[in-house]
């Protein structure tokens, strides 16, 4: 399983902002991006994704029933520097060229894969400077920084590789949840796991070693892990 994918949990604790008047897509869309770890917002008009543009990165469907999608992608790149991925059903260059214009910063064509999604969100947040938007988790004696992918426990920066800070910071991003480990191998390893998970144990087994604190990391026999709470 090393080595598959490496930084995978670049997505935890990214906010998302879903445009989509379609709302079973849309609550689909929701639903993976929160396995994926982002926090989403969801709205299905163009009226409302102008009022919450607090965002790191934004997927728009340019086919709402308020207003022209091109018009409001020029909108939203007026208000925020975060990354637009436009998602749209009229795949023509012209529309992809219209919306690269009005401020799109990529183009995914409907229907599209979501694995695909989150690598083209993965693209578009690494070429932007995050500038710190997704911030600092601070539990306890623990503070966990997803920028700089840094672990501090007590003020001590705590050595983790880089596997074991992506499946820290899985249970960083929703302290005191019970994170499960099909959650963890999804963000941490970026694939769907279906064998034996042995290799969790042994990874959890050396940030508890690691943080000096085996208590920090509670097991749910069976089912998954969380952060205990301070
Ligand atoms: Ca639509």
Redesign the pocket.
């Known amino acids: 399983m090393d080595g598959v994918t490496v930084g995978a949990a670049a997505l935890t604790g990214v906010r998302v902002l879903v445009v989509?008047?379609?709302l079973p897509l849309g609550e689909q869309l929701v639903r993976g991006l929160n396995r994926a770890g982002c926090r989403v917002e969801f709205v299905q008009s163009a009226g409302d994704a102008l009022r919450r543009v607090d965002a790191d990165v934004v997927l728009l469907?340019l086919?709402?029933p308020d207003g022209d999608g091109v018009d409001l992608c020029r909108r939203l790149r007026e208000r925020t520097t975060a990354p637009i991925l436009v998602v749209t059903?009229r795949d023509t260059e012209r529309e992809r060229v219209t919306a690269l214009d009005a401020g799109a910063d990529d183009y995914l064509a409907k229907p599209f894969g979501f694995a695909e999604l989150l690598a083209r969100m993965r693209a578009v947040l690494r070429r932007v400077d995050m500038g710190g938007n997704r911030g600092v988790v601070r539990y306890g004696p623990l503070t966990v920084d997803l920028d700089a992918h840094r672990v501090d426990l007590h003020g001590e920066t705590v050595p983790l590789t880089a596997k074991e800070f992506d499946i820290l910071a899985c249970l960083a991003a929703e302290p005191g949840r019970m994170v499960t480990r099909e959650e963890i191998f999804e963000r941490a390893w970026d694939v769907n796991w279906y064998g034996p998970t042995k290799v969790l144990d042994v990874h959890i087994a050396a940030i508890r070693r690691k943080v000096g604190d085996p208590s920090l990391i509670e097991t749910v026999y069976g089912r998954g892990f969380r952060l205990r709470r301070p």
Do not use: W
Request: net charge negative; hydrophobic share 30%; aromatic share 0%.
């Open positions: 989509e008047d379609d469907d086919g709402l059903a």
